[in-house]
């Protein structure tokens, strides 16, 4: 609908139509590029121009998931293992915890257009496996404490780079282990039982760090 503004500059412009024909060339030529700087300045957005939002990393696979909780239990039973200072228990974990590893469903970890988290998630669970071989092959328990220690670095690296998102993880410290050097484990739980002392010192140890993706 054409408002009383338009209107005022509208009617001496149709004077001029009935005045002089040739004007309505110049009529059309103003109303042309009237429309036009309309159309400029009220041009809706365009798909392309609108602000782009940021890619979501997507949750693993339940595959994935199931591999690594089978991964987990079995260095909780390892972890126990050493808890109790039972060797032929140790062996057996570790031998478990191998398979676990090498069994590791990495190729279903998600979110990882790059692939350098599936590369960073196989040099943990290659760790995991030589340590797990090294377990087996130590005669005495103390050096396999000290490869039970990597394989806890290891773990707790590989679960923060996949952002498992299956359970609370506690990262537990003992400062005592190897001669005050120290040493971490992961657990389940913040009950301390340590596996660096068993019963000589069972309960040495603090909860230092955990994580928990499941809460994301």
Sequence with gaps: MTNRRDTFYLLPLAKIVFMNRPAI?????LIA???AFKFCNNK???PGEKRQSPLSIDENTGTFNTSFNKLLGSYFALKDAFVASDTGRINAASLEILMRSDSLQ????KGDS???IKETARSFTTTISSSAVAIAGENNIEGKRREFNMITDALWSLTRTVKFDGQKI????????FH???AYWLNNSR???NPYFGSKMLTCGETADSVDYSKR
């Design 25 to 29: 060339v110049l009529i059309v030529v």
């Design 33 to 35: 590029v009237v429309a």
């Design 44 to 46: 809706p957005e365009t």
């Design 106 to 109: 990495v190729n279903e970890i």
């Design 114 to 116: 790059t692939g350098a």
């Design 170 to 177: 506690y990262y537990q410290y003992c400062p005592m282990a």
């Design 180 to 182: 005050n050097q120290g």
């Design 191 to 193: 009950e301390i039982r």
